[in-house]
């Protein structure tokens, strides 16, 4: 019977990330379709932690690893411990959230097995043994339906394209392992934090992102964002010019979002800013420019200036309530 | 410090990409071409790098008589030469990391750069297939703290840093919810994120020099390497287009439809 198996991931605090939800859907549906079962792994210092919460999700097994040297994430020595655990369950397929932790690793755990691997998987097409998987090229503009022929197949699966796996499914077996910990060329030094109240981009049900057009002036966006309980994005020229922090941006190569209301304020729309926001439920775009692609994905679009809209959008909203 | 550096050949990242009727591929007609953008950034930080601490940037690229183009663009940039691996057919992720991973060990560099991802297949895999198969550290998505008009990368000072014993490198990487510095052990494989540079343009008197550096001509052949394809591409197609959207006059008119008819607010 074909193996699936998911790696979760935890934050820095210890609790799930919450694309790891998305990615073990994913797999589930993964499972259905090659007639196998679900297994979720989780290695690091107290993969215990979120052991309750991993094993209401439907899986036949939740396979725990927790040594010492896993304190920090590091692709190197996961990928060690990952890989012989896939091995000794003969998984088929192994997958992770595309986040940046999925994308360092899953190669790498892929490079040891001598895998095939299909990264930001969005579909899972066929059945049994015939599966191939939809995946996004050329920043977006095309996607193409990939097939894997290694023995096993690995991959990243985006976290806006499939729901969050739901709790409460039965409970799956526990399974505690010891890690094969291997020594790191590579040393964990530090991690900052950009802390942040409001929601994680990725996870956000409304996005209020802001452009050029803010000439680097926030406050706008960052009020009207608060008002809304919405995260906060930029284009990347924002990013670059050092305006807002790097992982705020939207884009193929930033954060890839796809919240139920996206507002794009002072965004004439990249091709690659497209790439990152498309498949948003709803979308808004606030620009000067009549002529801005960003026209051209929304559902309700303004020629106006930012700076005249967002006050008066943010007096009207307060309307509602 | 010797780094090899990766210069694959990709559509210009401005071009209109447009799938062919029958999904079998894109439409290459009209198309421009250009070195990767990540692995431009790749090339600026070898070349920072070795300004720096003296040494040797050697770039490398497979791919048929045309990718001597992004060759020459690199050794143009400063790059002293060029590893051209000849190879015309189709090449998946495992096939490239198994050809760098024979150049790599043909030339014995203390540190390979590549883009973090190359902007036709978006892959994000090649570094770390690479780094795996040498059994090196790994340090992907490398950034900085500064931004891109900060004093720093005006005076072009390198963002990965070579420790004064000169056996490793620290390296920023761009994480979620913020920065990771890793210190990896030379030899070692880092992968560039959008802001760790801005790439210089090539010169006039650089691009006259590039055309009398060396590029050497290999071949999967010569490397042993067999690349058939893992992953095939059954078929392409365009993205679901978007149902146009409306122009609103005013505001009100914008709450109106957000709360009745998108229901979102």
């Known amino acids: ?321 | 410090m010797k780094i090899l550096v990766t210069a694959k050949r990709v559509e210009d990242p401005e071009s209109k990409i447009k799938v062919k009727p029958d999904g079998s591929g894109i439409v290459q007609e009209g198309l421009k071409y250009k070195i990767n953008p990540f692995d431009e950034i790749g090339v600026e930080e070898g070349l920072r790098l070795v300004a720096k601490h003296q040494g040797e940037v050697v770039v490398v690229s497979v791919g048929g008589k045309e990718v001597q183009e992004q060759l020459r663009h690199a050794l143009a940039m400063g790059a002293h030469r060029a590893v051209w691996v000849n190879h015309t057919g189709p090449v998946d992720q495992l096939g490239i990391a198994a050809l760098l991973q024979k150049v790599v060990e043909k030339e014995q560099p203390d540190l390979v750069i590549l883009g973090k991802q190359s902007i036709d297949d978006d892959q994000n895999q090649v570094g770390q297939y690479l780094a795996e198969f040498l059994g090196w550290g790994q340090a992907t998505f490398a950034s900085k703290v500064e931004s891109m008009e900060s004093e720093q990368e005006k005076n072009k000072v390198p963002a990965i840093v070579l420790s004064a014993d000169k056996k490793s490198v620290q390296v920023i990487r761009e994480v979620d919810n913020g920065l990771a510095t890793v210190e990896c052990q030379l030899p070692a494989v880092v992968t560039t994120d959008l802001r760790l540079n801005q790439p210089r343009y090539a010169s006039l008197p650089g691009i006259m020099k590039a055309k009398s550096k060396p590029i050497e001509e290999l071949t999967p052949a010569k490397l042993s390497v067999d690349v058939t394809p893992a992953i095939q591409v059954l078929k392409m197609s365009a993205p679901p287009a978007r149902k146009a959207g409306i122009k609103v006059a005013d505001v009100p008119a914008l709450v109106e439809k957000l709360h009745n008819e998108a229901k979102v607010v």
Request: hydrophobic share 45%.
């Open chain 1, 1 to 321: 019977m074909p193996i699936v198996l998911i790696v979760a991931e935890q934050q820095p605090d210890g609790n799930l990330r919450k694309a790891t939800l998305n990615a073990i859907s994913a797999g589930k549906q993964l499972a259905e379709k090659a007639g196998g079962e679900l297994h979720i792994a989780l290695v690091g210092k107290d993969p215990a932690k979120v052991a309750d919460e991993l094993k209401g999700y439907g899986a036949k097994a939740v396979h725990l690893g927790a040594a010492a040297e896993l304190e920090h994430y590091l692709a190197e020595t996961y990928a060690p411990a990952i890989a012989a655990l896939a091995q000794e369950l003969k998984a088929d397929y192994i997958g992770m959230a595309s986040t940046a932790q999925g994308k360092d690793l899953l190669p790498r755990v892929a490079g040891r097995l001598r895998a095939a691997m299909a990264t930001d998987v969005m579909a899972i097409n066929g059945s049994g043994a015939d599966l191939s998987f939809t995946r996004p090229m050329w920043a977006g503009n095309v996607f193409a339906d990939v097939k894997l022929t290694t023995p096993v197949k690995v991959l990243t699966l985006r976290a806006t394209e499939f729901p969050a796996a739901a709790g409460g499914q039965g409970a799956a077996e526990v399974k505690t392992f010891s890690p094969k910990v291997e020594a790191s060329k590579t040393k964990f030094v530090d991690f900052k934090e950009v802390k942040s109240a409001r929601p994680e981009l990725t996870e956000a049900r409304v996005v209020v992102s802001g452009g050029r057009g803010t000439k680097g002036d926030f406050k706008e966006i960052e009020g009207l964002a608060d008002d809304l309980g919405a995260a906060v994005g930029a284009s990347r020229a924002v990013c670059d010019a050092g305006w807002v922090p790097n992982d705020l941006q939207v884009g193929q190569t930033g954060k890839v979002v796809a919240p139920s209301l996206y507002i794009a304020a002072g965004i004439s729309g990249a091709i690659q800013h497209l790439a990152g926001m498309k498949s948003s439920k709803t979308i808004v775009a606030i620009n000067k420019d009549p002529e801005a692609p960003i026209f051209q994905v929304a559902d309700y679009g303004m020629v106006a200036d930012l700076f005249k809209v967002l006050p008066e959008l943010r007096a009207e909203l307060a309307k509602l309530k």
